[in-house]
Structure formats: C-alpha cells, structure tokens
T-cell receptor
Framework: QKEVEQNSGPLSVPEGAIASLNCTYSDRVSQSFFWYRQYSGKSPELIMS????GDKEDGRFTAQLNKASQYVSLLIRDSQPSDSATYLC???????????FGTGTRLKVLA | KAGVTQTPRYLIKTRGQQVTLSCSPISGHRSVSWYQQTPGQGLQFLFE???????NKGNFPGRFSGRQFSNSRSEMNVSTLELGDSALYLCASSIRGANEKLFFGSGTQLSVL
C-alpha cells in the first residue's frame, strides 16, 4: 500500500462546476497535510495546508481533513480552465521533515 | 526576493557516469529537500538538510547522496548512473522544514542514455 494515494485521473469537470479531489494516507501519526498544484512543465506550488480535522476555506478552495478516516480532500468551487493542472497531496509525518507526496490527480476543466 | 535556483536546467549523461546537481535556496531558508519526479512514481523524497545536517533520508540507494554548505546551498550527487535515474530532480526550500510551505525550484531534467 502506498503511503499517500490519489486517483490519477484525469478528472474532467465543466467550467463553473465543483471539482473534488481526494487523498488517503496510511500513517496514522501524520500531522500536516498540503495540496500543491503543478502545471505541466512547471514546479509544484502550495495552494492549501490543513492541520486539524474539519474544513479550511481559502477563496474558491476548501480543504477537508478527517484523521479518523485518514482522508483529506480538496474542493475547487467555480472551476476555471486555468485550474487545469495536476494536484498533489502531501503529508508530513509527526517528528520528521519528510513530506510524502501522492502521485497526483490530473484535473481538466472544460470550457 | 529571488526564488529557489537549480542548476543546470538540463543534463544528458551516459550510464556509469556521475552527476552533481546544485540548489540555492531562498535567502533565509535553512531547510533544503530533494525530490525525484517521474511520470510513474510521482514525487519521491530523497533527503532533507538543515544547517548542514541530513535530518531525513528516503528509500533510495547509496548512489544518491547530498550535502549542504554553510550558506544553505545544497548539492546532490548521483554516482554510477542507471537508465532508471532519468527524471526531473526538484529541490525545495523552507525556513525550518516542518509544517511549512515548500518553495520549489524549476528542477534539473536528467536524461541517462
């Protein structure tokens, strides 16, 4: 079992819809969770971080964390074609400086 | 403020050779981590350095090594290159290395022939 799992996609959504991206992790002591966006040919850039159970909203983005289910998700409201990218889930295990990344979900927003 | 700088941008090597990649972090950032990115495996953690000390290492063979200098610049070395080492190598920096945003460089694209 991979440490951080994501559906590779592609996930296709129409413009204006809500895109829902999911991530599960295996290490129960994981403490910090991050979503990075990577455009084709570019480096990853952080869009959201979440540390406690529940929802965290930032503009059109909402991160959701459920530590009991070892599940973290990212919702993108009012999806735009410019949101088309690969979204990487990253997990930091408590007491380490090792960020484990999922393989990413490719999102395509159709105009 | 200048971003994370990685050099060179592209490298072509042959099997058996060795290679050194360089990473200059954002000024004031003392943590530098290295990742290998391939289409099939995604981003895989190689190692992390803070104040010239390696604090964490990923599951890569000993052919992969790194170091950090007193100015926080870091180098990564791969010896006895194999075809499977062809990948994009990304370096990321942060202030302390824990619970923080990672700032990534543009990467070095290594091709092993």
């Amino acid at each position: 079992q991979k440490e951080v799992e994501q559906n590779s996609g592609p996930l296709s959504v129409p413009e204006g819809a809500i895109a829902s991206l999911n991530c599960t992790y295996s290490d129960r002591v994981s403490q910090s969770f991050f979503w990075y966006r990577q455009y084709s040919g570019k480096s990853p850039e952080l869009i959201m971080s979440i540390y406690s159970n529940g929802d965290k909203e930032d503009g059109r983005f909402t991160a959701q964390l459920n530590k009991a289910s070892q599940y973290v998700s990212l919702l993108i409201r009012d999806s735009q074609p410019s949101d088309s990218a690969t979204y990487l889930c990253a997990v930091l295990t408590s007491g380490t400086y090792k960020y484990i990344f999922g393989t990413g979900t490719r999102l395509k927003v159709l105009a | 403020k200048a971003g994370v700088t990685q050099t060179p941008r592209y490298l072509i090597k042959t099997r058996g050779q060795q290679v050194t990649l360089s990473c200059s972090p954002i000024s004031g950032h003392r943590s530098v981590s290295w990742y290998q990115q391939t289409p099939g495996q995604g981003l895989q953690f190689l190692f992390e350095y803070f104040s010239e000390t390696q604090r964490n290492k990923g599951n890569f063979p000993g052919r992969f090594s790194g170091r950090q200098f007193s100015n926080s610049r870091s180098e990564m070395n791969v010896s006895t290159l194999e075809l499977g080492d062809s990948a994009l190598y990304l370096c990321a920096s942060s202030i302390r290395g824990a619970n923080e945003k990672l700032f990534f460089g543009s990467g070095t694209q290594l091709s092993v022939l």
